[in-house]
Every structure is written in structure tokens, then in C-alpha cells.
T-cell receptor, first 112, second 115 residues
Framework: ETGVTQSPTHLIKTRGQQVTLRCSSQSGHNTVSWYQQALGQGPQFIFQYYREEENGRGNFPPRFSGLQFPNYSSELNVNALELDDSALYLC???????????FGQGTRLTVV | AQSVTQLGSHVSVSEGALVLLRCNYSSSVPPYLFWYVQYPNQGLQLLLKYTSAATLVKGINGFEAEFKKSETSFHLTKPSAHMSDAAEYFCAVSAPAGGYQKVTFGTGTKLQVIP
């Protein structure tokens, strides 16, 4: 059984660019959540996908968008990057109806 | 609405001493509560969870937490700190919110263990 894997582990982007982060959920998990963790802060909920549909969203602007694929893997897309988007982005997968989520190692995004 | 407050952004203990990390929550419905640990440049690892069964919850690595509804608290303890416990700890509350389980994290407590 593989855990949650995220790619890339690190990347650097320029302000105004677009970025796509990827997440492979744990085997059998059909729900994926994305979090933004700024330096020195706790993770902040961005959104959740279940069966390829967004079913919950935190207080993030529309330039943060996502996708979930039939194999339950997921992408987080951020358009028009801002310096404040620099953070660790965490993906967590779970099985619908179960409260425990399993986190990936995260992607460290730096916007310069 | 739900929220989590972790008292003390930094806690230092001596190796072998008691670890106590404080967490208070608010939730309009009975919540699930979690403690996660994060090592540098790593994701979050679940230490323990409260799911309305026993109020004293035992987790991994010798940690435990007690749910006290009257105090809206879920403090994390470990009788004897080990050097490997040095990390950042996050308390989280989860409750239903319109079709999904909304999870809210605290701002974290960095635990330093002094040899």
C-alpha cells in the first residue's frame, strides 16, 4: 500500500506565473484535500475533492483551483502567483466517511 | 464556526521531563479532535485522535490526550520527553460543514527538548 505522494518537492516561480502541484492519494482513498501552510503557521484548508467534484472550499480566491482524476489523484493550480503564495502545500487523502486523513510530504513553493 | 487555540508557540522541556502541550477548541457541534506532529520539511503525521469514544486517548510514541468538554480542551501529554520528540505539534478540530468534514488547525507549538 503506497502512501500519499506529492510532486514536485520544491519549486521556484516568478510572481505572475502559474503553477500546478500534483498529489497521488493513498490506495483506495477517494477524497483529497489541499492545505496551504505558510511559514510559522498551521495548515489552512484550500479545498476538498470527492469523486472528481469540489465539495468544500476554504477562504481562498478563485485563482486557486483544482482537479481530481478518475484514479483519485489530484492537482492544485494557482494562477497569477503572488509573493504571499510562498508556502508549503500539503495534500491529504482519506476515504469518504472516515475522519482520518493521511498527509503527503508537501510541496515547498517559493514565489520570487 | 470552529477554531483551535494552541497556547505557547514554543515549549522547552528537559529530556525525561513531562511534556504538556495545550489546545483549546470551539465548535458548534460535537467535534473530532486530532494531534499531528510535523518534523522539519515533512508532512503531518497523526499522533492521536478523539472520536467521541474514550475521553483519554492514547497515541503513538507514548503520547496521550484527554478530551475535557467542560473546559473545551484537548491537551497533549507525554510522561517523559525524548530528544526525538523535538518537532512542531498541531492540534486540529474536525466537524461537518455542508457535505464535508471541515478541518481547522491551530498555529502549532514547537517543542524543544534540552539534553
Amino acid at each position: 500500500e503506497t502512501g500519499v505522494t506529492q510532486s514536485p518537492t520544491h519549486l521556484i516561480k516568478t510572481r505572475g506565473q502559474q503553477v500546478t502541484l500534483r498529489c497521488s492519494s493513498q490506495s483506495g482513498h477517494n477524497t483529497v484535500s489541499w492545505y496551504q501552510q505558510a511559514l510559522g503557521q498551521g495548515p489552512q484548508f484550500i479545498f476538498q475533492y470527492y469523486r472528481e467534484e469540489e465539495n468544500g472550499r476554504g477562504n481562498f480566491p478563485p485563482r486557486f483551483s483544482g482537479l481530481q482524476f478518475p484514479n483519485y489523484s489530484s492537482e492544485l493550480n494557482v494562477n497569477a502567483l503572488e509573493l504571499d503564495d510562498s508556502a508549503l502545500y500539503l495534500c491529504a487523502s482519506s476515504l469518504s466517511g472516515q475522519i482520518e486523513a493521511f498527509f503527503g510530504q508537501g510541496t515547498r513553493l517559493t514565489v520570487v | 464556526a470552529q477554531s483551535v487555540t494552541q497556547l505557547g508557540s514554543h515549549v522547552s522541556v528537559s529530556e525525561g521531563a513531562l511534556v504538556l502541550l495545550r489546545c483549546n477548541y470551539s465548535s458548534s457541534v460535537p467535534p473530532y479532535l486530532f494531534w499531528y506532529v510535523q518534523y522539519p520539511n515533512q508532512g503531518l503525521q497523526l499522533l492521536l485522535k478523539y472520536t467521541s469514544a474514550a475521553t483519554l486517548v492514547k497515541g503513538i510514541n507514548g503520547f496521550e490526550a484527554e478530551f475535557k468538554k467542560s473546559e473545551t480542551s484537548f491537551h497533549l501529554t507525554k510522561p517523559s520527553a525524548h530528544m526525538s520528540d523535538a518537532a512542531e505539534y498541531f492540534c486540529a478540530v474536525s466537524a461537518p460543514a455542508g457535505g464535508y468534514q471541515k478541518v481547522t488547525f491551530g498555529t502549532g507549538t514547537k517543542l524543544q527538548v534540552i539534553p
